[in-house]
């Protein structure tokens, strides 16, 4: 006798180098909370910003062979480094749907007609090109302009965004963003939407786009139009997962997302390369 699984309750899958991706996750959960999910935090090799292309897209084979053994239906990218730097290598190389930061919202972001668009990203991110190149793609006519921003996924993992001194960091930052007379600024590292209060006291926060905000509305179409979406009733179940440090992970979670401590789990298995 065969067992039949209902495929459309299999789980979507999360993952970021820490924190970063539950600006996402946060969102998804709101927009359809009948999801299983599965949340990834790779603290173990954090921050992604300042690795290889080869060290990233190990990375992510890695957290996708994990998701594999969990039988997942899709896997987000809810980090823009993974997607800039692995996505385009491990696309073909699973049968799950792949959902990459970057490349899932620069149409929308780009079709919005902005003509001067600030980009603030992790310096892997900002020296692939990938978002520019993603931006451009759609519309050639917009006028980027990027800006690595090394030191902010730390602060945000490390809370530490009180310091006089941190402040100071993303004050400088920002400043020369500025100077190039943006009309928005995309928040290019799922990391950097928890430093809104900070950033939006010198700017008022409608210069800034958190693309979060596309990528949930972006998958859920798509699951809808591939008939994957969950049909159950009940809320979602929910399983997170890190590489290291689950305590880091939880005191950090808190500021976005309430992570029930019991649920995080430390995977003793290497997830590395
Ligand atoms: N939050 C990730 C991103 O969106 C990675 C940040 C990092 O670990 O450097 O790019």
Redesign the pocket.
Known sequence: MSILTNKNNEKIAFF???V??LTVYAKFRKLLNTENCIYFGDLKH????NKSKDELIGYSRAIFDFFKQQNVKAVVMA???SSAAAYSTVKDEYDFKIYP?IQSCAKIIAEQNYSRLGIF??EA?INSGVYEAQIHKYNPHIKTFTQSCPQW?NIVENHTFGDVQMIEIIKSDLEKMLKNEPDKIILG???YPYLLNVLSSYTGADIYIDPAHYFVEYIKSDLEKSCMLNTQKIRGSEEFYVSANPDDFILASKMFYDVPSAEVIELHRRISV
């Open positions: 970021d180098s820490g970063g991706g954090l921050p992604y910003g980090c823009n480094t930061m990203a992790t991110t996924v590292c799922t990391h």
